[in-house]
């Protein structure tokens, strides 16, 4: 039930797109989709090479079994692999790779490139590809992350992780059979990323209250029959059945094109993503390997941020304090311990926060006026929240349904990082989120250890 009207709703944003460069025109989930790629290119892009770029894993997972059918279908067709930087084992979406792909395509303008693969390879495909004034196609090989359909691609740019402006896959086709053979880690991974949902909605919906940034329903609304069914079949996705594989396969595409149709990724990702994002800039300074996937890590980042906002509606009217915050953080000194509080970042990236927390802190008087009209529209707002979240016990539940981790221990981030992740993750992008609501108040530190405690019990 849940599956079909998702497809409904993904036919009609296809036939939206039909004819705009750079917006996705098809969409192909089920069974022996992979077959399908060769007779959509001959139409969608006759008399093109097709290079399908992947890594040395998505190689044998798909591109080696699409190259065949590529070729009988009349089409030329070649492979060209991504490696991994030195001592990494998966490929990195970064400045240096992005450019080297596009060194690669520019001379061949008659050369389209088809990405075989998930997160990375997908987003390095995007940006390379985008930056061409190209368009290009996604052959998923897991249902990891919810790229494929947003405009946005993640990339590791100057050491800090952001999302910069992309394009949609031209076409995605999400081969049920093959997804079911990725690694476990890999669906469960697009499982947790998308458990945020409720929770980067609500950030999305707090920052229209404080700060004006305008708000759309129509994404969160057009993920709640999938999400609900989502949570439901946890199980069914943890044990890699067909039927839960391609709810999360449609689930995840239908998420990206949330994300493009808000033109922001805010409708998918809130202070819960800050969370991945920093312990993955932590691991790049250091030039260690992630801790996880992406979607691991806002998997658990998601209980813990779920859990915090439990207890920011709690509040009263009366709990907010505008002349207190304004007090408390009068001035710029609130940067000063910057470095000391991102210890596991370089000075490098630690000028890129500066600029991004600079971006949006408000001080002294600012601050006292911002908070007085948060507590004058507190009643709504805490009921525009609670309207908007979901239990973290149900959260709780579907992670351990999948059999997906759960706390910060399981990527060995031990009791004081994770307090203090939850405490500075904030700082890291521009983008106001509870986080910040949170802090003004006074009230992380406490929150954040007592979550933390909590997630690990
Ligand atoms: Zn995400």
Redesign the pocket.
């Known amino acids: 039930m849940a599956l079909s009207s998702i497809l409904q709703d993904l036919s009609q944003l296809t036939a939206e797109g039909r004819g705009q460069a750079k917006k996705t025109q098809h969409i192909g989930v089920g069974a022996d989709q992979l077959a399908q790629v060769g007779p959509w290119l001959a139409e969608a892009q006759p008399g093109k090479s097709h290079l399908l770029v992947c890594d040395a894993h998505t190689k044998v997972a798909a591109a080696d079994a699409l190259l065949g059918h590529l070729r009988s279908a009349g089409l030329t067709a070649s492979v060209h692999v991504l490696q991994p930087r030195p001592g990494e084992d998966h490929v990195m979406c970064a400045d240096e790779e992005i450019a080297a792909l596009r060194e690669h395509l520019a001379p061949t303008p008659h050369v389209n490139a088809i990405a075989v693969g998930a997160g990375s390879v997908n987003d390095i495909v995007k940006m390379a590809t985008a930056k061409l004034d190209r368009p290009y196609q996604c052959v998923a090989t897991a249902a990891s992350?919810?790229?494929y359909t947003s405009a946005i691609a993640?990339v590791l740019s100057r050491g800090v992780k952001r999302t910069l402006p992309a394009q949609q896959a031209q076409a995605v086709f999400a081969d049920v059979d093959v997804l079911r053979k990725a690694p476990a880690y890999l669906n469960l991974a697009g499982f947790g990323?998308l458990l945020?949902k409720p929770y980067s909605n609500a950030d999305w919906r707090l920052s229209a209250f404080v700060r004006g940034v305008p708000y759309e329903e129509r994404p969160a609304k057009l993920l709640d029959t999938a999400f609900d069914a989502l949570l439901d079949a946890a199980s069914s996705v943890g044990k890699a059945e067909a039927d839960g594989i391609e709810l999360l396969a449609a689930t995840i595409i239908l998420s990206g094109f949330t994300m493009a149709i808000a033109g922001t990724?805010a409708p998918?990702?809130g202070g819960e993503?800050l969370v991945?994002h920093y312990w993955d800039m932590e691991q790049h300074c250091h030039d260690l390997p992630l801790r996880g996937l992406?979607?691991t890590q806002?998997g658990i980042a998601t209980l813990m941020s779920a859990m915090l906002f439990e207890r920011l509606v709690t509040l009263e009217q009366d709990d907010i304090d505008p002349e207190a915050a304004a007090t408390r953080i009068r001035d710029a000194s609130y940067l000063d311990g910057l470095a000391q509080r991102h210890r596991g970042l370089t000075p490098a990236v630690v000028d890129e926060v500066r600029a991004q927390i600079e971006a949006k802190q408000k001080t002294g008087p600012a601050l006292r006026d911002e908070l007085a009209a948060v507590k004058a529209q507190w009643p709504e707002i805490r009921a525009t929240l609670k309207d908007t979240l979901m239990p973290s016990a149900r959260m709780r539940d579907a992670l351990a349904a999948a059999q997906a981790p759960s706390k910060p221990s399981a990527l060995d981030v031990g009791r004081e990082h994770a307090v203090r992740t939850l405490t500075v993750c904030r700082e890291i992008r521009s983008r106001y989120v509870a986080m910040d609501l949170i802090a003004d108040l006074g009230k992380l530190p406490t929150w954040a250890a007592e979550v933390v405690d909590a997630v690990e019990a």
């Open positions: 992350m919810n790229g993640a990323d945020s990724s998918a990702s993503h991945s992406h979607g806002v």
